[in-house]
């Protein structure tokens, strides 16, 4: 079987980089310049391509490796239909379900009730369910996992076990959110980077990141996408802000996630 060389696989690496965080942040810094909220005319503009650079970043990659007729990366899963797809919805409930479960638990320790009335605001805001779950879905896991798992990470376990890999890419993509916080009106903003909220929002994206590793290696990048989707809108309807429900949420992903990688990874071309 053909395969890509270590220094092939760290170019492609540094390649995806650069294009993912110069656009993401070029873009943020404009809309952060323009000063308006996210939503409204011309931040949003921006604001919304800037979500966007690990999909160019992923493009410049396959670009490039197409150019020069390589093979795709070891650990690549394809993505094309098949029996791995059944991990999809299962996947998708389990990352819902750790947000739920976590809420749930933060409730018994004194944290912040469930309440679904924010988020019953939320959808009627967005302009109805099925609005709703485009943005949700376009807002995050599909502009950003073909990057995130679907090239970043196969590059990076050339060189690493799966959980380093994890790790290193949930740290990178914590830092890949620092823009956000200056963009008044987003969630990041409302927590601050300085403070509590904002702290634990960027800790959490590493064993929520660690999730999406898994699920990637289960069912490609459509199950990354599905457990990216899975746990943003859990959070978005359950209006997880509260620093309490937020530590037990990055405390339940954490173990849940450290329990499935603890399993031998499948093949990955399978």
């Given at each position: 079987?053909?395969?890509?060389?270590?220094?092939?696989?760290?170019?492609?690496?540094?390649?995806?980089?650069?294009?993912?965080?110069?656009?993401?942040?070029a873009f943020w810094l404009v809309a952060i310049l323009l000063g308006g909220p996210p939503t409204g005319s011309?931040?949003?503009?921006?604001?919304?391509?800037g979500g966007f650079g690990p999909v160019f970043g992923a493009i410049a990659?396959?670009?490039?490796?197409?150019?020069?007729?390589?093979?795709?990366?070891d650990h690549a899963v394809r993505s094309?239909?098949?029996?791995?797809?059944?991990?999809?919805?299962?996947?998708?409930?389990?990352?819902?379900?750790?947000?739920?479960?976590?809420?749930?638990?933060?409730?018994?320790?004194?944290?912040?009730?469930?309440?679904?009335?924010?988020?019953?605001?939320?959808i009627t805001t967005a302009g109805g369910p099925v609005a709703f779950v485009i943005s949700m879905l376009i807002g995050g896991p599909l502009a950003e996992e073909p990057g995130w798992r679907g090239t970043a990470y196969p590059?990076?376990?050339?060189?690493?076990?799966?959980?380093?890999?994890?790790?290193?890419?949930?740290v990178v993509w914590a830092l890949w959110h620092v823009p956000l916080f200056f963009i008044p009106g987003t969630v990041q903003a409302s927590f601050g980077l300085l403070g509590l909220s904002g702290l634990l929002f960027l800790l959490g994206v590493v064993p929520m990141g660690l999730l999406t590793v898994f699920a990637y290696e289960r069912g490609g990048v459509p199950a990354?996408?599905?457990?990216?989707?899975?746990?943003?809108?859990?959070?978005?309807?359950?209006?997880v802000d509260s620093p309490v429900t937020q530590a037990i949420?990055?405390?339940?992903q954490a173990i849940v996630a450290l329990g499935?990688?603890?399993?031998?990874?499948?093949?990955?071309?399978?």
């Amino acid at each position: 079987m053909t395969t890509i060389s270590p220094v092939r696989q760290k170019s492609g690496l540094t390649l995806f980089w650069t294009v993912n965080f110069t656009t993401s942040w070029a873009f943020w810094l404009v809309a952060i310049l323009l000063g308006g909220p996210p939503t409204g005319s011309p931040t949003v503009i921006p604001y919304l391509l800037g979500g966007f650079g690990p999909v160019f970043g992923a493009i410049a990659v396959r670009v490039r490796r197409a150019r020069r007729g390589e093979p795709a990366p070891d650990h690549a899963v394809r993505s094309r239909p098949s029996v791995r797809w059944f991990w999809i919805l299962p996947l998708l409930l389990l990352a819902s379900a750790t947000v739920v479960a976590a809420v749930l638990l933060a409730d018994v320790l004194g944290g912040p009730a469930l309440s679904l009335t924010a988020g019953q605001h939320l959808i009627t805001t967005a302009g109805g369910p099925v609005a709703f779950v485009i943005s949700m879905l376009i807002g995050g896991p599909l502009a950003e996992e073909p990057g995130w798992r679907g090239t970043a990470y196969p590059r990076l376990r050339a060189s690493m076990s799966r959980l380093q890999a994890g790790l290193l890419l949930g740290v990178v993509w914590a830092l890949w959110h620092v823009p956000l916080f200056f963009i008044p009106g987003t969630v990041q903003a409302s927590f601050g980077l300085l403070g509590l909220s904002g702290l634990l929002f960027l800790l959490g994206v590493v064993p929520m990141g660690l999730l999406t590793v898994f699920a990637y290696e289960r069912g490609g990048v459509p199950a990354s996408i599905a457990v990216h989707f899975g746990v943003n809108t859990t959070v978005a309807l359950l209006t997880v802000d509260s620093p309490v429900t937020q530590a037990i949420v990055l405390a339940v992903q954490a173990i849940v996630a450290l329990g499935l990688l603890s399993r031998g990874p499948r093949p990955a071309h399978g």
